[in-house]
């Protein structure tokens, strides 16, 4: 067989030129001459494997049947109209999940009517259908889009259907099978209360064997292969395996052993569970930590300025101190009400949205590892064994989320850490809320892949012009022994403007040849083989052409950019082993499969009814799905001064579990800044810990449900999350609803478990659990709120709404959110009804949150934000962790012109000053002082006109005012303690987060003062409230 454009005999293959060139000096250094026949036949082989996988012809694309023909969430596939379904920042992809105990085969899609039209919500309280522009009940969203996935991933070249039974309103596919459960009844019943959970239509879940592999294997005798307990670790310590001859040890005695006689040096905390273990606490015995400042009801026309001059703290839930010191990280794992209504009906009266937020791949400190043969799961819902499972006895524990009573393992009756026999509630599965395990093979579909890299660059004329590829090939060649790995990673090269360049690096070449394939119609793979290398074995071929690649396009003058065609070559490359592809991008795709027109309009007011916030074509959000499917992450690195469009692009990362990277504007001489951030944040992102093949499953305690996830991924199966890739800086959030009562419970648990395969090759399973008390009381409920996280989930919810009606509803939502939730707690809670806005303390920042959110860039109006940014934003809310989303949202602000080691804290002999947060409003500034604004990504140090000598010459280095240069990214390493202390809390507060924010030092006249000053939330401007202002409004609707 022969591909198209290549001729099955010998000859020189139309579509493929090899680029002969001597030396450097005309332009390519390489030479192609022998290598053309053995290239062409290992074309033909391999391309055999994988030939009917081709992506453009997605055969397998087969459309869902739509169940609801009003909606625009229509086909994906079929005729491949393009349509909304395809959006970018589409909703979140929303799903049903039966309660967790139930069979999995049990039903998770239904179908019903389409919501009727929401009544006034005085109308309904127990349905509460909300008025348009309203995240809670009712509202007339349209249906989110429900894609399922199911492939069987058995083999990777030929991932044919299995003949598992189909779901109903699906077609049986070859392929992949694309699963639309679009029914408006499922997406919109988290709003409302009471839905019964089994009212399905005889459909089915096809649970695949990703599905299985998360879930099962407990019928299965473990067949180890990740035994080897000398294994090494760079993070965390591990408890070893089962020493040879414990069984030997004589039963104990059912008793157990006296508590206080055991000794634990180095391990967790010890919890002193009784036997009858956490779900038997009585609510007498849930301690009352909250402070009395917590009980608190605030007037905040009086007392506006409630922010607190530290960082905001999340709240602890009201549980006992022995559960409490167990739980979950909040930093890793924090739910929007620490105290969960026990049923719907409450939650809908509060009218606050209920969900997780989660950092599930964080970088740990101290990260306990299993590496035991045993790993202890409920045999009815998978739940992994947890600090909040009971123990009736020493030989029973029962599940906290499905509360079937399971059987101790013999293996889990011996204490690794202590040595001791017959404890197994002191085992550190049972005494740490995040911990990971080292997972049998019955956790692997395949054996584990090698890590494999693929760099992609556009080396088009707009490209080389940037001189982007220079810092990039640096990096590499910087880092290129940093990539984390072992002795099998692999890595590989792909460049294009109009035509697509591979690079042979195979080992025993004197140097990397270049092979062109200009035929971008039908893109194919010259010496597969040899393109993704064995770093370790090729490593200065690829040094060598790292060296040379940013020379090679100097004199380019070609400007077309084939985007779409290289993606597809390099899924193609990837597709047999997955991996991680970098993607460097400068303009809008021009040619071939996915090319882009603009649509930016200038002057367009974001206002405006047609923002282009939805992909004008569905190709890159199929692709990414062939991606995931291949288990292929594609991360995107645009460097774009010019409208790229990354509504459309952003897709291929978005649902390949990838990460979007921006830096407009760049320039490798006029953008200093951004070539130091791009520099920096290339350093983090080659050398961060990355996990591969993972999938991600969040279980809750039975009655609740999750219905809505938001991030980066794909839904897999009803719960199951594909994530090719995971990094430690990417962020997830949940909706979840309350399906059943939960009277007869007084805690609640969260388990996220991430399996994944370690750059190292180890199969792994990190998990966290989360343990939060059922409350009965409105009262109780908001005392619990937490309002970061409540900000963060309303975040999520508004770029799906921006994207499914418009950002005017958008923002409309967001500012109900706190007017329907502050009249419910005027109207339910309050017994007398005083003037003002009365808020429970824990909502006190509620307001400033949402105004700082509607001034974000996501969500602002007025300006003329550009689109991409704007898109970006969105990308960034989505994706980041909840600590970085907030401070992007309400930057802090400092004082630092006279900073001093009062409250300072110490960390490795360095004095870190800790001046306090000051409220966002020009008020709070100075002329005579000099001010930090720190925004996540970016840190601006406003220098006021009078500002004092001392902080000019000590900190500064300059005599005066005026010689302060009008670009200055760095402060000079002066010999002077305010220098130090300036510098050690700069460096301090860009070691808090993984990604490197750039500093400017801004001049009052500056035109860089208008950037400060637009993170001044509580300030007026020309197209929005100030805080009084909003507070005033918000008072008004709420005392209506
Ligand atoms: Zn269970």
């Given amino acids: 067989m022969s591909q198209p454009g290549i001729p099955a005999s010998s000859g020189a293959p139309t579509g493929l030129q090899a680029q002969n060139g001597a030396a450097s000096a005309s332009g390519s250094p390489y030479t192609n001459g022998p290598v053309q026949n053995a290239l062409m036949s290992s074309q033909v082989s391999v391309s055999q494997g994988y030939n009917s996988q081709l992506p453009g012809s997605y055969p397998h694309l087969i459309p869902a049947k739509t169940l609801n023909p009003v909606s625009e969430q229509s086909n994906y596939g079929g005729s491949q109209s393009v349509s909304p379904l395809s959006n970018y920042q589409g909703p979140g992809q929303t799903l049903y999940r039966p309660p967790v105990a139930s069979n999995p085969m049990t039903s998770s899609i239904r179908s019903g009517p389409v919501p009727q039209m929401p009544l006034p919500t005085s109308q309904n309280p127990a349905a509460t259908p909300m008025p348009s522009g309203s995240f809670l009940p009712g509202t007339n969203l349209p249906p989110p889009l429900n894609w399922q996935y199911n492939y069987p991933s058995q083999t990777n070249h030929c991932p044919r259907a299995s003949s598992q039974p189909t779901m109903s309103g699906n077609t049986n596919l070859t392929g992949h099978q694309y699963v639309s459960s679009g029914d408006t009844s499922l997406q919109n019943n988290f709003m409302k209360s009471g839905v019964p959970s089994n009212t399905n239509n005889g459909s089915m879940v096809v ?39 414990y069984q030997n040890t004589p039963p104990p005695s059912t008793t157990g052993m006296p508590l206080s006689s055991l000794n634990y040096p180095s391990g967790p905390q010890a919890f002193t569970q009784t036997p009858l273990g956490a779900n038997h606490l009585t609510a007498s015995m849930s301690g009352l930590s909250l402070h009395p400042e917590g009980l608190r009801v605030i007037n905040l026309l009086q007392e506006r300025n409630m922010l607190p001059s530290t960082p905001l703290k999340p709240p602890v839930p009201n549980l006992h101190e022995d559960i409490q010191k167990l739980n979950c990280n909040p930093e890793l794992f924090r739910c929007t009400l620490t105290s969960i209504p026990q049923t719907q009906a409450l939650l809908n009266k509060a009218k606050l949205p209920l969900g997780l937020l989660l950092h599930p791949f964080k970088d740990l400190v101290q990260l306990p590892v299993v590496t035991s043969s045993t790993i202890v799961r409920c045999r009815s819902c998978r739940t992994y064994i947890n600090p909040f499972v009971s123990f009736l006895d020493q030989r029973r524990w029962k599940c906290n989320l499905c509360y079937r009573v399971n059987d101790v393992p013999e ?119 040899n393109l993704l290398v064995n770093l370790n074995e090729s490593k200065e071929l690829v040094q060598d052409l790292l060296k040379s690649l940013p020379q090679m396009f100097t004199k380019t003058l070609e400007t077309q950019s084939a985007l779409g065609p290289a993606l597809q070559a390099a899924f193609k490359l990837m597709s047999p082993t997955g991996g991680r592809m970098s993607v460097f991008q400068t303009q809008l795709p021009t040619l071939g499969v996915g090319a882009l027109k603009p649509r930016e309009e200038p002057n367009q007011r974001s206002s405006a009814k047609d923002i282009h916030l939805t992909p004008s074509t569905d190709f890159y959000k199929k692709l990414a799905l062939d991606c995931s499917g291949q288990q292929v992450a594609v991360d995107l690195f645009l460097l774009s001064g010019q409208y790229s469009d990354l509504a459309s692009l952003g897709c291929i990362s978005r649902y390949s579990a990838g990460s979007v990277y921006y830096y407009p504007s760049y320039h490798h001489q006029h953008n200093p800044v951004q070539v130091q951030k791009l520099h920096k944040e290339l350093q983090r992102y080659l050398t961060r810990k990355i996990g591969f093949e993972a999938v991600m499953r969040i279980r809750c305690t039975k009655g609740l449900s999750i219905h809505t996830f938001h991030g980066n991924f794909f839904v897999r199966s009803t719960d199951l999350l594909s994530l090719p890739n995971v990094n430690p800086d990417a962020g997830y959030a949940v909706q979840m609803s309350v399906e059943e009562s939960l009277t007869d419970t007084q805690l609640v648990s969260f388990q996220s478990a991430l399996l994944y ?266 197209s929005a409230l100030s805080y009084y202002e909003f507070l005033l409004h918000i008072q008004q609707q709420v005392n209506k």
């Fill in 207 to 245: 649970h695949n064997s990703y599905d299985e592999i998360e879930g099962g294997g407990f019928l299965a005798t473990p067949q180890l292969t990740n035994k080897n307990p000398t294994m090494s670790r760079s993070v965390g310590y591990s408890y070893p395996s089962l020493p040879p001859g």
């Fill in 411 to 529: 293996e889990f009756m011996y204490n690794p850490l202590t040595r001791v026999y017959g404890e197994p509630h002191r085992r550190p599965e049972v005494q740490n809320a995040t911990i990971e395990f080292m997972a049998p093979s019955e956790y692997m579909l395949r054996p584990p892949q090698p890590p494999v890299y693929l760099f992609v660059f556009d080396v088009s004329h707009n490209a080389v012009e940037t001189g982007y590829l220079n810092s990039v090939c640096q990096s590499l060649l910087d880092n290129l022994d940093l990539l984390p790995g072992n002795t099998r990673t692999k890595i590989g090269f792909i460049t294009f403007d109009s035509t697509i360049h591979f690079y042979s690096l195979q080992e025993g070449l004197s140097q990397p040849q270049m092979l062109i394939v200009s035929d971008i119609e039908d893109v194919f793979i010259p010496m597969p083989e």
């Fill in 757 to 1022: 395969t370690s750059s190292k090759g180890e199969r792994r399973i990190r998990v966290h659990t989360l343990c939060l008390p059922v409350v009965s009381t409105l009262n109780e409920v908001f005392l619990g709120a937490d309002v970061q996280a409540i900000s963060g989930l309303l975040a999520n919810m508004a770029v799906d709404r921006s994207v499914t009606a418009s950002l005017s509803d958008a923002r409309d939502a967001l500012v109900n959110a706190v007017i329907d939730s502050l009249s419910a707690y005027r109207s339910s809670v309050l017994s007398n009804q005083q003037p003002g806005l009365m808020v429970p303390f824990s909502l006190r920042l509620f307001p400033l949150f949402v105004l700082a959110l509607l001034k974000q860039k996501s969500f602002q109006t007025g300006t003329n934000a550009r689109l991409d940014e704007r898109i970006f934003a969105m990308c960034q809310v989505k994706n980041q962790p909840l600590v970085y989303l907030m401070l992007t949202t309400h930057p802090s602000l400092y004082r630092v012109d006279s900073l001093s080691d009062e409250g300072a804290i110490n960390i490795n002999d360095r004095t870190i000053p800790q001046p306090p947060i000051l409220q966002l409003s020009v008020e709070k500034l100075s002329r005579d002082g000099a001010f930090l604004m720190d925004a996540g990504s970016v840190l601006m140090l406003w220098v006021g006109k009078n500002c004092g000598q001392n902080f000019l010459s000590q900190v500064l280095g300059v005599q005066n005012y005026a010689l302060i240069p009008q670009t200055m990214t760095d402060l000079p390493e002066l010999d002077t303690p305010e220098s130090a202390r300036t510098i050690a809390f700069i460096s301090w507060l860009r070691e808090q987060r993984p990604f490197y924010p750039v500093l400017y030092v801004i001049r009052d006249e500056s035109p860089m003062k208008a950037n400060f000053l637009q993170y001044m939330v509580e300030d007026r401007t020309e």
